[in-house]
C-alpha cells in the first residue's frame, strides 16, 4: 500500500458547483425539519409544552446518536471504496437517496415512537452523504485552496436551511406536504453532483487493509492521541454545541418567549439573516486565511462573535433584538466554519485514512445536538430560555479556548 498523494492542482467552478449544491441539500433538509417541521409536528401529536419539548429532544438525541455511529463506519468504509468516480462517491449518493425516503416517511408518522424511527432513518442518510462529501476536499483540494473551498461549506450551511426552510414554510398547514417538499429539494439539489461530480478515484495500490473490530475501535482513539487532532476536535466540539443550543429550540423560544404571533415566519426572517450574514462573510474570511495561512486567530474572533449572539437572546426577548442576535451567530458561525474546516483538514494524522478521521470530527459536529437536545430541553424546563442562551456564549468561549494549543497551524 503506499500513501495517497496530496492534491496540488486548484479546482474549479465545475466542481465547486456540485460539491455546494448537494451539501445545501442534505444539511438544508436536515436542519429545516429539526427546526421547524419535527417541532411543529411534534406540537400536533403532543399535548403540552412540555411533551412537545421531550419528544423533540429525544428525535433529536436519537439521530445525532445514530449519525455518530453511521459517520464513523462510511469513514472507514469509504477510504477503501473504489469506485470510478471517487471513494466517496457511492456514499453521498446513496445517503441522499435514504435521506430522502426517510424525510417523506415521516409525514406519514403519527406517533412520538414512529417519529424518532423515521428521523432516525433520516439521520443514517444524512450522515452517509454529510460525511463523505467532507472527506472529497482533502482528496481533491490542495492546502492553499482548502480555506476558500471550505467557504462554500459555511455557506451551504447557511444558505441550503434558508431555501428549505422558505419551502417548508410555503407548505406550512400540512406537515405532510411539508416533508414531501422537502424530501423533494434534497433530491433536486443533489442531482448536479450525481451527474456531473468526478473526484479523485482511489488507485488500488492505496486501499487501507480492511480493518478487524479491535482495529476499528482502536483508529477511533489513535487521532486523539496527536494533541492537535485532539485539541481541534474539542474546539469543534464546543462550537457546534454552541451552535446547537442556539438554534435546536429557536422555534419555542420564538414561541413561547418572545411571543411571535407567527413563529414559522418570524423564523424564516432570521433564518434570512443569519444565512446572508454567514454568506456574506465566509468566503472574504476563507481567502484571507488561505492568503497568510493563519487561521487560529479568525477561529477566536468568530467563535467570540457567536457567543455574544447567546448574551443577546438570552437578555432581550424581542423580534429586533432576536434580529440582531441572527447576524452575530451568521458572522461567528460563517467565518468559523470556512476556516475551522481548512484547520482541520492540516491536522489529520493519516493521509490513508481520512475519511474516517474526519467521521471522528464529524462525532463533534453532532454528538452535541445529543447534548443540546437533551441538556437544553432540561434547562428549558428547570430555569428557563435565559440560562439556555448564556451557555451559548460559555461554549463558543470554550470554543475559543481549545484552538490555542494547536501548534501545527497558525
Known amino acids: 500500500m503506499t500513501t495517497p498523494t496530496t492534491p496540488t492542482q486548484d479546482v474549479g467552478r465545475r466542481w465547486l458547483t456540485p460539491w455546494t449544491l448537494v451539501m445545501m ?35 433529536t438525541g436519537v439521530a445525532a446518536a445514530v449519525t455518530v455511529v453511521v459517520a464513523i463506519a462510511v469513514g472507514v468504509l469509504s477510504d477503501r471504496t473504489t469506485h470510478r468516480r471517487g471513494r466517496r462517491y457511492p456514499w453521498i449518493v446513496g445517503g441522499v437517496a435514504v435521506m430522502a425516503v426517510g424525510v417523506a416517511a415521516q409525514g406519514w408518522a403519527t406517533s412520538p415512537v414512529m417519529v424518532v424511527l423515521c428521523w432516525s432513518v433520516v439521520a443514517v442518510g444524512y450522515a452517509s452523504a454529510g460525511s463523505a462529501v467532507l472527506a472529497v ?70 486501499r487501507p487493509p480492511r480493518p478487524g473490530v479491535r482495529e476499528v475501535l482502536d483508529g477511533l482513539v489513535a487521532p486523539l492521541r496527536h494533541a492537535d487532532f485532539a485539541w481541534a476536535w474539542v474546539g469543534r466540539f464546543g462550537i457546534q454545541l454552541s451552535n446547537a443550543l442556539a438554534q435546536v429550540y429557536l422555534f419555542f423560544y420564538l414561541k413561547d418567549e418572545v411571543g411571535a404571533s407567527d413563529p414559522d415566519t418570524a423564523l424564516l426572517v432570521l433564518t434570512v439573516l443569519y444565512a446572508l450574514s454567514a454568506a456574506a462573510v465566509a468566503v472574504p474570511a476563507g481567502r484571507w486565511s488561505d492568503r497568510t495561512m493563519r487561521r487560529k486567530r479568525l477561529v ?69 445536538y445529543v447534548l443540546a437536545a437533551a441538556l437544553g430541553g432540561i434547562v428549558i424546563n428547570v430555569w428557563g430560555y435565559p440560562t439556555l442562551y448564556v451557555l451559548v456564549l460559555v461554549t463558543a468561549l470554550l470554543a475559543a479556548a481549545s484552538v490555542q494549543p494547536i501548534r501545527s497551524v497558525r
Open 300 to 368: 477566536v474572533l468568530s467563535s467570540v462573535l457567536q457567543g455574544a449572539a447567546g448574551l443577546v437572546l438570552a437578555f432581550a426577548p424581542t423580534m429586533p433584538a432576536a434580529a440582531v442576535g441572527a447576524v452575530l451567530l451568521g458572522l461567528g458561525y460563517g467565518a468559523y466554519a470556512s476556516v475551522d474546516q481548512a484547520l482541520v483538514t492540516q491536522v489529520l494524522p493519516s493521509a490513508e485514512h481520512r475519511g474516517k478521521d474526519l467521521g471522528i470530527i464529524g462525532v463533534a459536529n453532532v454528538l452535541p
Open 137 to 206: 476536499v482533502p482528496d481533491d483540494v490542495p492546502v492553499t485552496q482548502r480555506a476558500y473551498v471550505s467557504a462554500f461549506y459555511g455557506i451551504a450551511l447557511s444558505v441550503g436551511p434558508l431555501v428549505v426552510i422558505a419551502l417548508a414554510v410555503a407548505a406550512s398547514g400540512s406537515v405532510r406536504l411539508q416533508y414531501a417538499v422537502v424530501a423533494v429539494a434534497c433530491v433536486a439539489l443533489a442531482v448536479p453532483f450525481a451527474l456531473r461530480s468526478r473526484s479523485a478515484a482511489l488507485d488500488a495500490r492505496e
Open 25 to 59: 441539500g442534505t444539511f438544508g433538509a436536515y436542519y429545516a425539519i429539526a427546526q421547524v417541521v419535527l417541532p411543529e409536528q411534534a406540537e400536533q401529536i403532543t399535548s403540552s409544552d412540555a411533551a412537545k419539548v421531550t419528544l423533540t429532544a429525544w428525535a
